[in-house]
């Protein structure tokens, strides 16, 4: 199979060089967080896209916007694992790095399988930059990196000299060698040159100089490849057709999924958004993001605090608006007593965890997913909230929907927790039809609702819907509907302040019973054969973003003919009323989270199951093969 | 099927020419006159007998008629404190929030909603000690808010502890040899976070609350009115100087924009017999005896100044301990950029500069590629 793929100067690609067909491909970009490598594996990723294999990212850099220079703390990195057949995750082990410095490479090399390449720029390796990380020699000398298929380029160098001619300075020039490296890589796997070349012309629009320089560097790096003789082949992936099922494609980051899903809620629900949120890493891009798009009615409020953000929300809820507030988990903690004052006052409020590693500030630009018991218990007083959880950067876009159909149609506040890895992961998304989209619209009530027994038309705001247990919602601006709501608990009906100890008693129990009540959907197991040879043995349940760790280690059990079978949670809160008996229906349960155990708590704690947790909090996506390993495990020892 | 209304709130609000001057301009008017009474819930006054808090909410529904707008687009939005119960007498909407956070949510709702006419109900203890964030930062922001700050210098519903406006040293449960810190001066406070309307008055002077209250109203943005109020329970009389008619006339100075600033007995002209000046040397205001000073050189108020100095020398000449030289009235009253009519006002501009939004383009974005069965 062959593709077109043309040189960036318009040149067809001479043939004098051997082209092999691969699978699939992981290329990891390391360098000084100042190096733009976020960038250059952004543009890898746009191309890589646009030609159509399956992708998947995961962006890792420091909390540090400029740790010092050519040390371990700043470097920065980004994967992507891409191929020519659906994939989950982006990859274990890469089989390029990229590294652009001696701290880049050390703080790399331990992840690289024997026989990887590894591209590194020789002009960094000097003397005082080795020393900085604790080379006392070259590797690229010493023989050390003897397994690995070693590219010295002194890419610093040859940038400068293709930039000659340009009219930036040295330094200048040199900034450009992520473009450089960017080309020679895009050679080497053959991906269209097109769109990161118009990518650089609209990003420098207003330095024209420096967009030409920018080219100059990117074509430089390709012809490098084409011409020298170190790199004797380059690599062809193929569009990864049978993956995809017919429709538009673009690819997307978790926090960009989830902005424009919250963009859809509002057009669905034909309610403005308003979004209350204080900056936090790694949430602020849904700030960002929706902040550009006021052409839709979207009011963003940057507030003082977490605790202000999300007061603003509920406040805009209560006019009639969709109240939003994004954060990441150390915001929750700020926000519990509002979150408890939206459970009493039954309005609807998505509260948005884009969880870190943590305690405290943890680790701010790290994934794990450890906020799930602070979602579910964080508050005082019996305050149950319904949790969605998002399993994969396009499955943000749904989460958010469905979460929204919970708030707007129980009247009540909704966890949507995303992490890390979700939020800055990207994959190809099929842009799903407007008109596919569901219907969110809510009625406002417009007129009283209870007759007294003198025969008084009166309202109570607190008159609950027989099915859903919600309340109406009736905003300011609707005569004869005045009103008042408190987080003092209140009498149910007529919402006035009541300390009756048999209300209170009703009240506590109403609230959990509307949220217990909240429709999810029965949870799916995926276990082939069940219907011939009766269930697996074991089954392993997951929620939000293990999702593609887990399947990808499912499939390799599977592919070496061990039969498992696999379950993920979207509802954490209510859990789907099935969960129980498929729970009992399998001799051993394995939890796999990126925290100490929290699902797992919760299952054995709800339904009396054994079920075993497997846990890792590093800050970083579970590998395949060791969860994959995990699942042997359980299946020889079960 | 049920008819759908949600869409009647987006983006449809009428816009004023220049509606940012005029703070009700969007808010609809009522249908016939109102009275008080419309403005009385069916609830039952539940605060201590004798609180001062009676005489705030009897002048706040005596005013409201006056305003003569739909008293559904009228909301009262309050924190915790025993002033907080507030919006429960009030026959419009309401809530009763958590403490300190009043502020934040009726941000929320008011750049939402600007056909609402939106009040805050707060207290000392839940604006300056667990709210003085949010307060701070409304202040500058200028949100279309009215905020009451009933001060009583105390603790009353958590039964009288110390709170951050009280004298220094005061003997409470909490502080049984006397507080260490020293208060904040609300209005002081208010003037350093570039507050554009800052206002005193006092419960028990229904006239002169009712006028601060319709100057108040008349502001677009947001005004702070702090309210002397007494808590009869925990810390009575504590603004019995400013109450008493003789001593008020040593203790209160009255200011009124346009007019000097006279206080104490009537002297010859009628007006009061000592006046406030600058002291040309230090710049500093002073205290002078009329008689002996002359009315040349006494500070006429300009509530409208541009500068917050001479508000914030104002504030000053209070005496924390004794509440001598108190100034009661209108001290800023400034006009600046609303928030929530920025907030339209990019809203509209983006929606002229895009085009309304459409959700199939936002979605696809610039760089997609097709799959074709």
Known sequence: ?638 | MAEHLSGTLTGSLPLAEDDSQQPLSLVPKAEGTQSMKDFKSDQEVRWCPGCGDYAVLAAVQGFMPELGLAKENIVFVSGIGCSSRFPYYMNTYGMHSIHGRAPAIATGLASARRDLSVWVVTGDGDALSIGGNHLIHTLRRNVNLKILLFNNRIYGLTKGQYSPTSEPGKITKSTPMGSLDSPFNPVSLALGAEASFVARTVDSDRKHLTSVLRAAADHPGTALVEIYQNCNIFNDGAFEVLKDKQQAQEAVIRLEHGEPIRFGLPAQDGLGERGVIRDPATGELRIVEVAEHGTDGILVHDAHAESPGTAFALSRLADPDTLHRTPIGVLRDVRRPVYEKLMADQLEDAMQQQGKGDLGTLLAGRDTWTVVG
């Not at chain 1, 733009?36 to 896209?49: C, H, I, K, N, P």
């Not at chain 1, 900034?175 to 490296?181: C, E, V």
């Not at chain 1, 926090?255 to 949430?283: C, E, H, K, M, R």
Request: proline share 8%.
């Open chain 1, 1 to 638: 199979m062959t593709s077109q793929v043309s040189s960036p100067a318009g040149q067809p690609s001479p043939d004098a060089k051997e082209i092999q067909q691969l699978d699939r491909v992981i290329i990891r970009f390391a360098g000084d967080s100042g190096d733009g490598m976020q960038l250059t594996g952004d543009r890898f990723t746009s191309e890589t896209a646009s030609f159509g294999n399956d992708l998947s990212t995961l962006p890792n850099f420091p909390a540090e916007i400029r740790a010092p220079a050519g040390t371990l703390p700043g470097v920065s990195s980004f994967q992507l694992h891409f191929a020519d057949h659906d994939i989950l995750t982006p990859g274990d082990a890469p089989n390029v790095l990229v590294a652009m410095n001696p701290a880049a490479l050390k703080a790399n090399l331990h992840d690289l399988p024997h026989g990887a390449e590894v591209i590194v720029n020789t002009d960094e390796f000097t003397k005082r930059a080795m020393a900085k990380v604790g080379y006392d020699a070259s590797p690229l000398e010493d023989g050390s990196l003897t397994a690995y298929n070693v590219h010295g380029v002194p890419l610093t160098t040859l940038t400068v000299e293709a930039l000659k001619d340009f009219e930036v300075s040295r330094k200048d020039a040199g900034r450009s060698k992520n473009m450089f490296a960017l080309g020679l890589l895009s050679w080497m796997y053959n991906r269209p040159t097109d769109s990161t070349e118009e990518f650089l012309r609209t990003k420098f629009a207003k330095k024209p100089e420096v967009a030409r320089a920018n080219i100059a560097a990117y074509r430089a790096g390709w012809n490098f490849g084409e011409t020298t003789e170190d790199f004797a082949v380059s690599y062809e992936v193929a569009p990864a057709t049978s993956a995809f099922p017919p429709g538009t494609y673009r690819n997307i980051s978790g926090n960009l999924a989830l902005s424009y899903g919250l963009v859809a809620v509002s057009q669905q629900a034909d309610l403005p958004l308003f979004l209350g949120s204080y900056p936090i890493t790694p949430a602020s891009d849904v700030l960002h993001e929706l902040s550009k798009h006021k052409n839709f009615g979207v009011r963003t409020f940057q507030a003082e605090d977490e605790i202000s953000a999300i007061g603003a929300a509920l406040g805009a809820s209560f006019g009639g608006a969709l109240g939003v507030t994004t954060t990441s988990g150390p915001g929750v903690a700020l926000k519990s007593e509002t979150i408890g004052l939206a459970v009493s006052l039954e309005l609807p409020l998505l509260v948005i965890d884009i969880q870190r590693g943590g305690p405290s500030t943890g680790m701010p630009t790290k994934t794990e997913q450890a906020d799930l018991l602070q979602a579910m218990y964080g508050r005082n007083g019996e305050a149950p909230v319904p949790i969605v959880a998002a399993a994969t950067p396009v499955d943000c876009f749904t989460a958010a929907l469905d979460a929204a159909r919970i708030a707007l149609t129980y009247r009540t506040p909704v966890f949507l927790l995303s992490d890390g890895y979700l939020a800055n992961g990207s994959e190809p998304w099929r842009v799903p039809e407007v008109d596919s989209l569901p219907d969110l619209r809510v009625q406002f009530a417009q007129s009283p609702n209870h007759e007294l027994h003198d025969g008084t038309e009166v309202f109570w705001p607190y008159k609950r819907d027989p099915q859903t247990l919600a309340r109406p919602w009736a905003v300011p601006g609707t005569p004869g509907l005045e009103h008042r709501i408190g987080g003092i608990e209140k009498q149910d009906g007529t919402g006035n302040i009541s300390y009756d100890p048999a209300n209170h008693d009703h009240m506590v129990r109403t609230r959990q019973a509307k949220v217990d009540g909240v429709e999810v959907p029965s949870i799916e197991v995926d276990d082939p054969g069940a219907e011939h040879e009766g269930p697996a043995r074991l089954l392993v349940l997951g929620w939000g973003s293990t999702y593609g760790p887990i399947t990808a280690a499912v499939r390799r059990v599977r592919r070496a003919g061990d039969r498992v079978a696999q379950a993920h949670l979207r509802h954490l809160n209510p859990l789907p009323p099935n969960l129980g008996e498929v729970l009992r229906g399998y001799d051993k349960v394995l939890v796999p989270e990126m925290n100490l155990g929290q699902l797992a708590t919760l299952v054995r704690a709800t339904y009396l199951v054994d079920a075993e947790s497997y846990t890792q909090v590093r800050g970083l996506p579970f590998k395949a093969e060791q969860l994959a390993d995990a699942l042997k495990e359980a299946i020889t020892n079960g």
